[in-house]
């Protein structure tokens, strides 16, 4: 199992045929050396036979050295794409964030501007209780509360705007 997750790593189908493989080849290379033994009586002929494969040695490891470098170039290039990918991540990581931050601010904003229609509505409402009475029942009092009124609404505005005046600060940052 891997670290990170509770399922256990399923086995690659191709890591069987490799495993056959691996077993063939061993069978083969033993067989070989026992035919060698019987076929060629002495040991200085064993040699020469041998020195006739020096040349395709070294054709298979210059073979295998250049698999190797394969491999590598290959690495190389998924390394590259893959940082390529995470620049792009990122970005859309920082996009994400400034949507959300502005999705917060406007809702901030929504907020404040339900509040001050609120205050209107309940100001307009009591405006129009009082009026509706006669004059000299109209005192002090209405006078007084849409002062109350008018400074509630100055304090949801200059809420609002620190808000604004804060998210174009964090945007000037966030370019800088």
């Known amino acids: 199992m891997s670290p990170n997750s509770s399922k ?8 069987g045929r490799i495993n056959i493989f691996v077993m063939v080849a061993i069978i083969i290379w033993l067989l070989y050396a026992v035919v060698l033994i019987n076929s060629i009586p002495t040991w200085q002929d064993r ?3 041998g020195d006739m494969f020096g040349a395709i040695n070294a054709f298979f490891t210059i073979l295998a050295l250049g698999g190797a470098i ?10 590259l794409l893959q940082r390529k990918e995470m620049r792009y991540q990122l970005e859309e990581q920082k996009r994400s964030a ?3 931050q502005l999705m917060a601010e406007l809702s901030a904003v929504g907020t404040i501007v339900e509040a ?12 129009m209780a009082k009026w509706r009475k006669p004059p000299e029942d109209v005192g002090g009092s209405f006078e007084n ?5 008018v400074n509630r609404r100055r304090e949801y505005l200059e809420k609002l705007q620190m808000l604004v005046a804060e998210s174009e600060e964090s945007r000037t940052q966030e370019k800088a």
């Open 8 to 15: 256990p790593i399923e086995d690659d189908p191709k890591d």
């Open 47 to 49: 040699g020469i036979f």
């Open 70 to 79: 394969y491999a590598v170039l290959l690495q190389r290039k998924e390394l």
């Open 98 to 100: 400034n949507a959300q």
């Open 116 to 127: 001050l229609t609120s205050d209107l509505e309940k100001q307009h409402d009591y405006a």
């Open 145 to 149: 509360d849409y002062k109350e009124n």
